[in-house]
């Protein structure tokens, strides 16, 4: 009788437990949201600097080694490219 309960006890405990190692749903779905806000940031500061380099003039291009021709083809590609 103590084994049944023994066992009947470790049953209960092991309702709320997790496996060790993996994440919650919640905890992926947070990571999955995280990640892609993160991604958008980047795609979007990546457009900013292009459009930047729209807005420069000819002397500060050249300045950071850029052609007027290069920086016109850089500043019209798509942000996700």
């Not at 309960?5 to 999955?32: C, D, K, Q, T």
Request: charged share 30%; net charge positive.
């Amino acid at each position: 009788m103590n084994t049944i309960g023994s066992i009947h006890h470790s049953r209960a405990e092991l309702v709320g437990a997790r496996p060790s190692g993996r994440r919650s749903y919640v905890g992926r779905l947070v990571h999955m949201v995280r990640s892609l806000a993160s991604r958008i940031g980047s795609m979007l500061e990546r457009r900013r600097s292009r459009l930047a380099l729209l807005e420069m003039t000819d002397d500060q291009l050249k300045d950071i080694g850029i052609s007027r021709c290069d920086a016109h083809r850089e500043g019209l590609r798509p942000f996700w490219d």
